[in-house]
Structure formats: C-alpha cells, structure tokens
T-cell receptor, first 115, second 114 residues
Framework: DAKTTQPNSMESNEEEPVHLPCNHS???????IHWYRQLPSQGPEYVIH???SNVNNRMASLAIAEDRKSSTLILHRATLRDAAVYYC????????????????FGTGTRLTIIP | ETGVTQTPRHLVMGMTNKKSLKCEQH?????MYWYKQSAKKPLELMFV???????ENNSVPSRFSPECPNSSHLFLHLHTLQPEDSALYLC?????????????FGPGTRLTVT
C-alpha cells in the first residue's frame, strides 16, 4: 500500500474549523483515500472516504487535490468530542474481493481541541 | 441496538482458560473482521469473513479460533493464551469486501492474560 504522511499533532479552538492534512505522493489511480479516527479507549470510527472528487457527509468534508497527492479532512466546527487521533489511509481497490482487506493505520494526527 | 456490539468489554483470563469473544452487527453487512490492537503497535488484521466464509487468515496462532455462524455474528474462541496476547480485540463489519466500503468498528474487548 502507498504510504501517507500526517503531522503528529494539531490543536484547534472549539467551534472553529479544523483542516487536517495528509500527503500521499505515491498514490496510485486505484487507491481510495479513507479517514478514520480513534477516541481514547474506543475502537476506530469511520469518518469519510473518496477517490477523486471532494466528498461531504454529516461528520466532515474531504478535499482531494487535483493530482491526488494530498488531501485534507475538514471538520467544519470542532467540538470537544472531536478530540481524537485521525488516520489517513489508502486502500487499493485492485485487491477488492481478493482478501486484502486490512486497514493499515500509521501514527495519525492527534487532534486537541481547546475549549 | 445499533451498529457493532462486542461482549464482554473487559476480560481477564489465565493462560489455561478457554473463553470466547462475541461480536454482533446490526447493519445488514456481509463482511466481518477481527483486529488486534496492542499498545504502541499498529492495528493488526486477524480474520476476515464474507457471507460466513473465512476469506483471510493473517498467520494467526491456532490458539485463536474464529467462528461465523451467520452474517450478523462473529466469535473469537480463545484457549491457552499467552501474556503477550493481552490487547484490545476489535470487531468490524462492512457492506461487502473491497476498499470502496468503509468498516464500522465495535467498542472492543480489552483482554488481559495473566
């Protein structure tokens, strides 16, 4: 799987937007960009994913660069409950239905929300 | 109940015990997964099931034995574990196999082997 690079930590004020960057310069054309987060003492939680176009859901927005070598997870209005480690991962769709299903988490970005 | 549930949430067992972890998904998904998360180590995929058939086994020791009686339930049977098996065991499900599908995780079972 292609690798991703994220800042180790970020801080944001409560009720302000947060932009979490992810670099994936070796991304292939069949890689989906997934974001998960993990709150302390909880299992990972799916946030959003996309392939080429920007994506929006109730939790966040995903902005994908035109060359797909980077992406940004946008939390529009951070709350204290958004404090977590955020993981940006790539998943190769060429392996669909052939059993290579693992989610490979890197070190992620630890997001701290300041009240 | 909604989402993915796991029981028990915490388990302490001796090395000679036999126990089982249970996972249930209420999402109508076809694929289910067992992961292991140890302190300071990446998430490790253990087993993958699709429509009750095991499709992946990542060289997991035989002291871990999965069972998937139907597409909503997944078990992990444990016997003669080692202290290094202490970890958070996570169950997840997805609509189908494939990287276009997101995985939904349960809260995990915190296992301590003494």
């Amino acid at each position: 799987d292609a690798k991703t690079t994220q800042p180790n930590s970020m801080e944001s004020n409560e009720e302000e937007p947060v932009h979490l960057p992810c670099n994936h310069s070796t991304i292939s054309g069949t890689d989906y960009i997934h974001w998960y987060r993990q709150l302390p003492s909880q299992g990972p939680e799916y946030v959003i994913h996309g392939l080429t176009s920007n994506v929006n859901n109730r939790m966040a927005s995903l902005a994908i660069a035109e060359d797909r070598k980077s992406s940004t997870l946008i939390l529009h209005r951070a709350t204290l409950r958004d404090a977590a480690v955020y993981y940006c991962i790539l998943r190769d769709d060429r392996w669909a239905n052939f059993g290579n299903e693992k989610l490979t988490f890197g070190t992620g970005t630890r997001l701290t929300i300041i009240p | 109940e909604t989402g993915v549930t796991q029981t028990p949430r915490h388990l302490v067992m001796g090395m000679t015990n036999k126990k089982s972890l249970k996972c249930e998904q209420h999402l109508g998904h076809n694929a289910m997964y067992w992961y292991k998360q140890s302190a300071k180590k990446p998430l490790e995929l253990m087993f993958v099931y699709s429509l009750e058939e095991r499709v992946e086994n990542n060289s997991v020791p035989s002291r871990f034995s999965p069972e998937c009686p139907n597409s909503s339930h997944l078990f992990l049977h444990l016997h003669t574990l080692q202290p290094e098996d202490s970890a958070l065991y996570l169950c997840a499900s997805s609509q189908d196999l494939g990287s276009s599908y997101e995985q939904y995780f349960g809260p995990g079972t915190r296992l301590t082997v003494t």
